[in-house]
C-alpha cells in the first residue's frame, strides 16, 4: 500500500513541476504577493491632504497651522482663501480633511474661552476621514494642554503612552504573518482543487480508476505532496519576514509547525472537495475563489471579527484561517505559550477531520 502511496505522491509533484508554467506559479507570485501586499495592505492612514483656510491670522491659529504641517500624518497642506474654495478642494477630492479658523479664534482662545475649529472631512472615506480628524483632534489637544500647563491654570498630567507587542506600531508587523498563512492557504487551495479537476481533463484520471490504488491511497498521494509543498512555502514566507524584513519571532517552533500543519491538512481536504465535485479545471478555480475570498473577510484580517453582526460571528469558528492568524501573530509577537496554541489548534483538527472525510466521501460518490 504504502509504494503505492509513494509512487502516486511521486506522480503528483512531477505533475506540478515538470509544467514550467506551474513551477513559475509556485515560487514567483508567491514571494510577489508577500512583498507588494506587506507594503500595499496596510490600514494605516497617511500623507493625508489637508486644507486650511485661515481667516484669524492670530498667533494661536498660526502655530497650530504649524503643527499641522510639520505632522509626518499630513502630507499635502493646500491653503484656501474662501469657503467656496475650500469646498470646491473636497468635491475634487484634493484634501480629505478641511478645517476653517474662524477670525476670533486666536482672541477667544487667548481669552479662556471655547475656540471653536470647523473641520469637514470627505465621507467617501469615512474610515480614513474618521482616522485623519484623529490625527488632529491629537494636534489640538497637545497643544491645548501644553498652553494649560504654560499658564499653570490646570494641574499638570502627563500620559504616559506605551504599546505592547508592537512598540513602534510598525504595521508590517502585523500584516506580514497574516499575509504568510493567506498565501499558503491560496497555493493549497490551487495545487489540491485543481489535482483530481486537471486529470479528468488530461484523460489520465480514468487510468487511475483502473489501477489497483483505492481510493483512499488516492487520496493520500494527492494530500502528501500538497502538504510538503506548502510547507515549504510557508517556510520561506517565515525566513522572508525574519530576516529580510526583521519582523521577530519569540515564539517555539515546533508548536507553529504543529499549528501550521494541521491548518494546511484542513485546507486540502477543503481543496480536495472542491477538486472532487468539479468536472474541469475552469470550475475548480471558480471553487477556489468562491472560498477564497469568505475565508479571508471571516478571519478577522480585513476587520475584527468582534465588529461584525451577531449571527454572522459563530460562521468565524468554522474557518480555519481565523485560528492560524492568532496563532502567527501570537508566536511571532508575543512568545504565546504552547497551551494557547494548543487551544488554538484542536479546532482546526476537527475541522480538517471534517474536510478530509468530506473530500473522501465526494470522491468515492464521483467513483460510484
Not at 483656510?53 to 498660526?62: E, L, R, S, T
Not at 517555539?252 to 465535485?277: A, K, N, P
Request: proline share 6%; net charge neutral.
Amino acid at each position: 500500500m504504502w509504494l503505492r502511496i509513494l509512487t502516486l505522491m511521486q506522480k503528483e509533484v512531477l505533475a506540478v513541476l515538470r509544467d514550467p508554467r506551474n513551477r513559475m506559479a509556485l515560487i514567483l507570485p508567491p514571494i510577489l504577493q508577500l512583498f507588494l501586499f506587506s507594503f500595499t495592505g496596510t490600514l494605516e492612514v497617511k500623507h493625508v491632504a489637508l486644507g486650511i483656510w485661515n481667516q484669524d491670522y492670530g498667533q494661536v491659529a498660526n502655530e497650530l497651522i504649524e503643527r499641522l504641517c510639520a505632522s509626518p500624518n499630513f502630507g499635502h497642506v493646500e491653503f484656501a482663501h474662501s469657503r467656496q474654495e475650500l469646498q470646491q478642494m473636497i468635491d475634487d477630492q484634493r484634501v480629505m480633511l478641511a478645517i476653517t479658523f474662524l477670525p476670533d479664534f486666536s482672541r477667544k482662545f487667548l481669552d479662556d474661552h471655547t475656540a471653536p475649529l470647523q473641520m469637514v472631512a470627505d465621507g467617501r472615506k469615512s474610515n480614513s476621514a474618521q482616522i485623519a480628524q484623529g490625527y488632529v483632534s491629537q494636534i489640538v489637544n497637545q497643544f491645548v494642554s501644553e498652553q494649560t500647563t504654560t499658564d499653570n491654570s490646570a494641574p499638570n498630567v502627563q500620559v504616559v503612552e506605551r504599546t505592547w507587542f508592537n512598540p513602534n506600531l510598525d504595521y508590517i508587523w502585523f500584516t506580514l504573518p497574516s499575509l504568510a498563512v493567506m498565501i499558503t492557504l491560496q497555493i493549497c487551495l490551487n495545487v489540491t482543487a485543481m489535482s483530481v479537476a486537471r486529470e479528468r481533463e488530461m484523460g489520465t484520471f480514468e487510468q487511475l480508476l483502473v489501477s489497483p490504488i483505492r481510493p483512499l491511497e488516492i487520496m493520500a498521494g494527492k494530500s502528501i505532496p500538497a502538504l510538503i509543498l506548502a510547507l515549504i512555502e510557508v517556510t520561506v514566507f517565515i525566513l522572508i519576514t525574519v530576516f529580510v524584513f526583521r519582523i521577530p519571532f519569540h515564539g517555539s517552533v515546533l508548536f507553529l509547525y504543529l499549528s501550521l500543519t494541521v491548518f494546511i491538512i484542513s485546507m486540502i481536504g477543503i481543496g480536495l472537495s472542491i477538486s472532487s465535485i468539479a468536472l474541469t479545471q475552469q470550475q475548480a478555480l471558480l471553487g477556489i475563489m468562491t472560498t477564497l475570498l469568505p475565508a479571508t473577510l471571516l478571519s478577522g484580517y480585513a476587520a475584527p471579527i468582534e465588529n461584525m453582526p451577531d449571527w454572522l460571528q459563530p460562521l468565524t469558528y468554522a474557518n480555519p484561517l481565523r485560528y492560524i492568524m492568532v496563532v502567527m501573530k501570537g508566536v511571532f509577537l508575543k512568545n504565546m505559550p504552547p497551551v494557547e496554541i494548543l487551544n488554538n489548534t484542536w479546532p482546526m483538527a476537527i475541522i480538517a477531520v471534517f474536510t478530509l472525510t468530506l473530500a473522501t466521501w465526494l470522491f468515492r460518490r464521483r467513483l460510484a
